[in-house]
């Protein structure tokens, strides 16, 4: 909401961590409506793994874990509707910009999408916090 974007420091809410039970790497926290919003079929999912508790976003390529809870459940890459851009930076299709659908090869091959991005990011016009897997700006994410 408000911390969408903000190009100062992260809000102190948004400063909880929590270390990823596959890599041992401590990570941030994300809205749990962010992961509802992100996770493949999430009615299918059990109760154990989509319960009331914060949840932490793992950014690590090589991890397998993106989303993972306080109490250690984990939600691995293929239990989500689409790449993590982030976590796939040789994938060329997938995304780095979640509101305006780039993808890392657009990115790369036209830099001045970012410019694009600021713009739009600036006037408020992005949805990071529920459109990018990981609920933060993307700006960050950009080659
Ligand atoms: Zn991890």
Known sequence: MSSCCSTSSESKKDNKRHT????GKEYLQVSSSTVLLHVKKP???GHSKLIEQSYYFC???DCDVVYFGENDVMLNKSELRSLVGI???DNDEALSCYCFDVTHA????TP???QYVID???NKQCACESQNPSGRCCLKDFP
């Open 20 to 23: 990823c039970p596959a890599n």
């Open 43 to 45: 009615w299918q999912i």
């Open 59 to 61: 950014n690590d390529p």
């Open 87 to 89: 976590k796939e930076p």
């Open 106 to 109: 657009e990115a790369r091959k």
């Open 112 to 114: 001045e999408i970012k």
């Open 120 to 122: 739009k990011t600036k």
